[in-house]
């Protein structure tokens, strides 16, 4: 499908339109050199000391010592300090000018940006994982919400911002960008799993997978596959009749994929062995890859994301005449 970027993160977060542009701006970062002035660097004016760095570099590391190997955390500082130096730039370009042109933002609206940001969040997140993942109270993230808001102002104040695409226009997308709307191989498929447990014997091993054929021999025999998932099954998706849904390749340990994308529809296929353990695997529907028609969906699709991408190159200009007419002192530059 057509690859997409949320711009509710110009509409509302803020810290990660600043991600976004990263690249971009601190290609162009040079400023003009100064005198030490305890500053890491300085925005008109405005300075970014080495003790506000210093906290905010001891942040981040922080959040990425879960997630990155302690050899590759050092090796990944300058690029983070690069990446806090952009943000405090960007941010203060943006907020300055904000400030100028006296754009507001009312309490609606900031109550508004929350709740669609909300609604946005990947299945299983909650609201305070994201507040915790980015490390951020519910003030600040308010504050943040109400730089967004004003800032997806300063952006629509363009006329070209609030343009709609042309059909033409929409319509060479879709030629010139086939591959992007092309559905994958899919099969949507119910498995009856008896499970395999690390301390196994091969004893157990044997009295399990004799479990599983005899399940299957019931099967074969007319039994209700979904009355066995139920009654029998170690897999979660027990509660649904063994139902795993519909999945491309690549979701499934190979065994199994291999297993569902060639079994036939309705057929109840050979026990198959996993790391898991044993699994009877019904097909219930088979897709091949297709590319998805240009339908009214696919074209409102289309028509948003141009306009999306019109907006983010409104924003990126609006930066870069900022950056341009801007004072940044880079102190050692």
Same mark, same amino acid.
């Given at each position: 499908?057509?690859?997409r970027r949320?711009l509710y993160l110009? !509409?509302?977060?803020?810290?990660?339109?600043?991600?976004a542009?990263?690249?971009?701006l601190?290609?162009?970062l040079k400023?003009?050199?100064?005198?030490?002035?305890?500053?890491?660097?300085?925005?008109?004016s405005?300075k970014?000391t080495?003790k506000?760095?210093?906290?905010?570099?001891?942040?981040?590391l922080?959040?990425?010592?879960a997630?990155? +190997?302690?050899?590759?955390?050092?090796?990944?500082? +300058?690029?983070?300090?690069?990446?806090?130096?952009?943000?405090?730039?960007?941010r203060?370009l943006l907020?300055?000018?904000?400030?100028?042109?006296?754009i507001?933002?009312t309490d609606?609206?900031?109550t508004?940006a929350?709740?669609r940001v909300k609604?946005?969040?990947?299945?299983?997140?909650?609201?305070?994982?994201?507040?915790?993942?980015?490390?951020l109270?519910?003030?600040?993230?308010?504050?943040?919400?109400?730089?967004?808001v004003?800032?997806?102002?300063?952006?629509?104040?363009?006329?070209? !911002?609030k343009?709609? +695409?042309?059909?033409?226009?929409?319509s060479?997308y879709y030629?010139?960008n086939?591959e992007?709307?092309?559905?994958?191989?899919t099969?949507?498929?119910?498995?009856?799993?008896i499970?395999?447990?690390?301390?196994?014997d091969?004893k157990?091993k044997?009295?399990?997978? !004799?479990?599983t054929?005899?399940?299957?021999k019931q099967l074969l025999q007319?039994?209700?596959?979904a009355?066995?998932?139920a009654?029998?099954?170690?897999?979660?998706?027990?509660?649904?009749?063994?139902?795993l849904?519909?999945?491309?390749?690549?979701?499934?340990?190979? +065994?199994?994929?291999d297993a569902?994308?060639?079994?036939?529809?309705k057929?109840?296929g050979?026990?198959?062995e996993?790391?898991?353990?044993?699994?009877?695997?019904?097909?219930?529907e088979?897709?091949? !890859?297709?590319?998805?028609?240009?339908?009214?969906?696919?074209k409102?699709e289309?028509?948003s994301f141009?306009?999306?991408?019109?907006?983010?190159?409104?924003f990126a200009?609006?930066?870069k005449?900022?950056?341009?007419?801007a004072?940044?002192?880079?102190?050692?530059?």
């Open positions: 499908m057509m690859e949320n110009i !509409a509302a977060l803020v810290f990660l339109i600043l991600t542009m990263k690249p971009v601190y290609a162009e400023g003009a050199p100064g005198k030490s002035s305890g500053a890491v660097v300085e925005v008109n405005v970014f080495n506000q760095f210093d906290a905010e570099m001891t942040k981040k922080a959040l990425l010592k997630q990155v +190997p302690p050899d590759k955390l050092q090796q990944i500082q +300058p690029e983070l300090r690069k990446q806090i130096i952009d943000d405090f730039v960007i203060t907020s300055q000018e904000v400030k100028r042109l006296k507001s933002a609606q609206e900031v508004e929350i709740d609604s946005t969040l990947p299945p299983g997140m909650t609201f305070d994982e994201l507040l915790k993942k980015s490390d109270t519910n003030e600040k993230f308010r504050e943040e919400i109400t730089l967004g004003k800032i997806n102002k300063l952006v629509f104040s363009q006329p070209s !911002a343009e709609k +695409p042309t059909e033409k226009e929409v060479k030629k010139d086939k992007k709307f092309k559905a994958p191989e099969v949507h498929a119910r498995h009856i799993l499970s395999k447990n690390p301390g196994d091969d157990t044997t009295e399990k997978k !004799a479990k054929e005899m399940l299957r007319g039994a209700d596959f009355d066995l998932a009654k029998n099954s170690d897999c979660p998706s027990k509660r649904s009749g063994g139902d849904g519909t999945f491309s390749r690549g979701q499934m340990v190979k +065994p199994f994929e569902a994308f060639s079994q036939k529809v057929v109840i050979p026990v198959v996993t790391d898991f353990g044993y699994h009877i695997i019904q097909v219930m088979h897709n091949d !890859a297709k590319i998805i028609g240009f339908d009214n969906k696919i409102g289309i028509a141009l306009q999306q991408q019109k907006r983010q190159e409104i200009e609006i930066l005449k900022l950056r341009a007419k004072t940044i002192i880079v102190p050692g530059k």
